[in-house]
């Protein structure tokens, strides 16, 4: 993400400029807007003209607009967000407050304006505007017959491929046909990593399956870059890692990502800091349940007593329609920060984001056990 233009006043208000360049920037993008701002970008509108003659005739006609957001649809496979809402500034070929749907893309700028930028969209942009935080994990997990390609940047995991191959089974005398279908299943994983991963930018590939697949899989890939004369394979040997993985859907990356040796591997990524955090708040949660709490009500009480050591919260919180509950979670992340505590906000488009979501998206570790939360049984019932 590029930023252009910032320019708030010192009650927080104010309109920032920003260039989207690649699908990541199209999911902090979908984290920036809200109902209620203004939207101002490039768009294609259908308009109507009439002949001198009187004949009426449409052409699409490229012109710039701004509109009062109302609604907010984001494709996460196809990075695609498409934002609705009323026009609020006179434009010679759109009427003020007919409906316009504005699609977001890459590499053509948006102008946001807020009535108040509070400190995690600023965090988000400065986030979004740092090149060291792109995509630099790729895993490939799969079993025999099936593979998934997968992109593991700071906000989300992409699954750029999925490979489903008819492996025929071993039979006694017939061997052959298995053979020749597992060579073809290899050969479309290797495609697939050929197409989708930049080796310019990836630090790390990650493979991983169940048994000796991968360890198949690796050697045929190796004899195929020297033979086919692959050197961007060859000359990132290094950057593989085979790992054990139940099976080759995308939630077995969960299991990858938090093996101690990856965790390693992956030590300056922030996908592995939010791992390494969720397994922490599961082994305190086990060992000493008095310094690890989840729900609102219970982190709210923690945090009053300046309890918190690291806050783990879900950005699916920060987009809540309603005001006072987003306003809610800004305010007690913002005095968790205060406080000396550590934030760490989990991408819902994150496998270990999916995790704390199903955990009421909100949990904290704590500097000294809170027995009193413990025995608190009322906030079990959730806002």
């Known amino acids: 993400m590029k930023l252009g233009f910032r320019n708030l006043d010192k009650d927080g208000g104010g309109s920032i400029t920003l260039t989207p360049e690649d699908p990541e920037d199209m999911w902090h993008a979908y984290n920036l807007v809200a109902e ?9 509108r259908k308009v109507q003209t009439e002949s001198a003659t009187g004949s009426v005739g449409s052409n699409r006609v490229r012109t710039v607009l701004t509109i009062q957001v109302e609604g907010i649809d984001f494709d996460h496979q196809a990075c ?7 026009n609020i500034v006179e434009n010679q070929y759109v009427k003020m407050g007919a409906y ?3 699609d977001l893309e890459s590499n053509r700028k948006f102008t946001l304006t807020k009535p108040h930028w509070d400190s995690i969209a600023l965090d988000r942009i400065e986030l979004a505007c740092d090149p060291t935080q792109h995509a630099d994990v790729a895993a490939v997990v799969m079993h025999e017959g099936l593979a998934h390609v997968c992109l593991v940047t700071s906000s989300m995991t992409m699954v750029r491929a999925k490979i489903d191959t008819h492996i025929p089974r071993k039979r006694k005398g017939m061997c052959g046909s298995h053979e020749k279908g597992l060579q073809r299943f290899f050969d479309n994983v290797l495609q697939a990593i050929l197409r989708h991963i930049n080796f310019d930018v990836v630090k790390c590939v990650l493979l991983g399956s169940p048994g000796f697949v991968k360890d198949q899989f690796y050697e045929y890939m190796m004899q195929e870059a020297l033979k086919l004369d692959y050197k961007v394979l060859t000359e990132n040997k290094s950057k593989f890692v085979l790992v054990h993985s139940s099976n080759g859907f995308k939630n077995a990356l969960k299991e990858v990502l938090s093996d101690p040796f990856v965790t390693s591997k992956l030590s300056d990524t922030k996908a592995a800091g939010e791992v390494k955090a ?18 609102i009500k219970h982190v709210e009480k923690a945090n009053e007593a300046q309890a918190i050591e690291i806050i783990l919260i879900s950005d699916n919180l920060f987009r809540s329609k ?3 509950a987003r306003r809610r979670y800004v305010d007690l992340v913002d005095s968790v920060k205060e406080s000396g505590g550590e934030v760490k906000i989990f991408s819902s488009l994150h496998i270990s984001g999916e995790q704390l979501d199903q955990l009421t998206g909100v949990a904290a570790i704590l500097r000294f056990p809170m027995p009193e939360l413990e025995e608190d049984t009322s906030s079990s019932d959730e806002d």
């Open 36 to 44: 209620g701002d203004s939207l101002k970008a490039s768009t294609i």
């Open 80 to 86: 695609v967000l498409r934002v609705k809402g009323r």
């Open 100 to 102: 316009h749907t504005l």
């Open 278 to 295: 969720l397994e922490a708040f599961y082994s305190i949660l086990q060992n000493e349940p008095s310094k690890a709490f989840y729900g």
């Open 322 to 324: 309603d005001f006072h």
